[in-house]
Structure formats: C-alpha cells, structure tokens
C-alpha cells in the first residue's frame, strides 16, 4: 500500500483542519525509590495513522477527518485477515496530547522520509507485499519472525502492541509483548564492541530531567528494512537513533525520536506518538513466533503452485 496512491483517496474524505490540542497542564511524574521518573507499567500503542503523510494532509486533524482517515487507510488494508486487527474496534488514529495525527513523521515538513537516491530505490515496494517469493529473504521482516514494531526507533500497527518497563538504578529494560528480543537500556553508560551488531541495535541513556533520552547506535546491514504501513523504513550499520521518552500524564507516555542515517535519507527525520498506559493488567505474554515457521513454506509453496498453474495456462 504505497502512501502516495492514497493520497487522493484521503484527501477526498477529509474536510478542514482543526487543531485539538490541549492546553499544558502540570504534571508531577512519580519517581522510583532512586528518585527517577517511573515509566514501570505496561503501556500499548494501536492507531492506523502511517509513517508517513500522504500528500496535501496536514498534520493535525480533526476528530471528523481523523474518522475518516482511519478508515480509508484500514480499506487499503482489507486483504489481511489477522483477527487481531478488528478485535480491539474501529480503527483510530494516534493522539498526541489531545490531538490527532496524520503521520507519525513530524520531520521533514511534508511527512515523507527524505530518502536519497539509493534508499528511494531500496524502498520501492509495499512493506508487507516484500519483493517477491523466491526465497525468505524477499519476504518482510515481521513474517519471518526477525523484527519487530517496538524496536528501535519504536513504531506501531493496525493491532494492539504491548511493551512493559521494569527499571532499576543503572538499567531500564523493555519487555515487548512481541518478536523483539528483551531490550536493555544501558544508563550506565556500558558501550558494546563495534564488531557485535543487531537489528535491535545497542542502547544508551541518560536523564534529562524527566526525560528519558536513549541514543542507539550498532545496527546491522544484514537486513535494512524496517516495518510500515506503506513502503518499508530502513536503517543501516551507520544509523544513529535518538528516542526521548516523557510521561506527561498518568496514562500517556510521549515518545519522540530522530533518525541520523546518511546511508539512506539526505537529513535527519523525526517522528512523535504517545503510548497508552494499560491499566487493565500489567502482564505481558509470550510471543511464540520463530523464523523458519511452517506458514514460510506455506507461502513459498503456494507461490509455486500459481507458477505452475499459470505455465499450464500458457501451454493450453
């Protein structure tokens, strides 16, 4: 679903643009037995609003355009049939402070990666479509059980996400309810060896003020796509992410971070959403997914069968 073939589509169901944010308000965040901002809870993301901005939205919409929004960006996506998906509601878009975004960028102006001209190539596709059935490694991230929504930098999905934060004096860790493995945030200042990288990548925090403020760095070039609603996001080994957490109330945690990575995009971009703390249970359950799954083959198998079926039809 590529963001500028909906543009007319959005553009059409929208009306004015009206601005729903709320006046500041003050807010004492608690703190932990160290004395530091507690951010320990369970807190979820689950919005339709994209990476990035069709073209002619604003970034700020009203309830009645962020309705309509939503609902054509959940059209583009009719052919997936995850349960999950429709089981939490209508689609909705993300809040930040009272308002309704268009686009989770708020960098560059127009809400569009500012990709050069090899990531313009890289990227040319639909996330989810991939680049073809040949093998696993043309087949998104997600479906192979290798990347996920909550990490670095942190994104979101049609369905609900969950990420638990546990801290201690020297270390806050986020435990997502994901494929993403456990992951730490060094506030100790503990750097990794430049030879050891991940998709993940390494983390480093420290607080300024009640601001949570996290630099990753250490990425790894084996697979540079990245999940969207749209075309993929990438990231290589020369990539630097900075995250800033803030919790402005008791129930949302701002989350504002900036992507640094000359490989790919021209200038930095930078992107904002809030996290929804769940105050129904601070469990967080497994993810049992593991690349090599048997729906890997089921797909691949099944690409062939068409193959088959459609060399049989020339031959007819």
Known sequence: MHVRKLSFALTACLFSSLSLAQSAETYQVPRTEF??????????????????????????????????????????????????????????????????????????????????????QRSAHSYFGGVGYDGPEQRPGT????????????????YQLYSGFVQTEDTIAIISEEVVPLRIIHMNGHQRPDAIRTMEGHSVGHWEG?????????????????????????????AHITERFTRTSDTELNYQFSVNDPRYYTEAWRGEFSFTRNEESDHIYEYACHEGN???TGALRGERYLESEAAKAAND
């Open 294 to 296: 048997y729906s890997m």
């Open 143 to 158: 479906e192979r059980c290798i990347e996920a929504w909550h990490s670095p930098p942190m994104r979101a999905f049609m």
């Open 210 to 238: 009640d601001t949570l403020v996290v630099e990753t760095t250490h990425f790894s070039d084996v697979n540079p796509e990245r999940a969207t609603i749209g075309r993929p996001m990438l990231l290589s080994s020369e």
């Open 35 to 120: 004395g530091q901002p507690d951010f320990q809870a369970v807190w979820g993301t689950r919005f339709n609003t994209m990476l990035e901005r069709p073209e002619g939205l604003p970034l700020v919409l009203s309830p009645g355009q962020a309705n309509g929004f939503a609902q054509t960006v959940a059209q583009g996506n009719e052919d997936n049939t995850d349960p999950d998906i429709d089981i939490f509601g209508p689609p909705v878009l993300a809040i930040v402070n009272g308002e309704y975004r268009s686009s989770v960028i708020v960098y560059p102006e127009n809400g569009v990666l500012p990709y050069n001209e090899l990531g313009t």
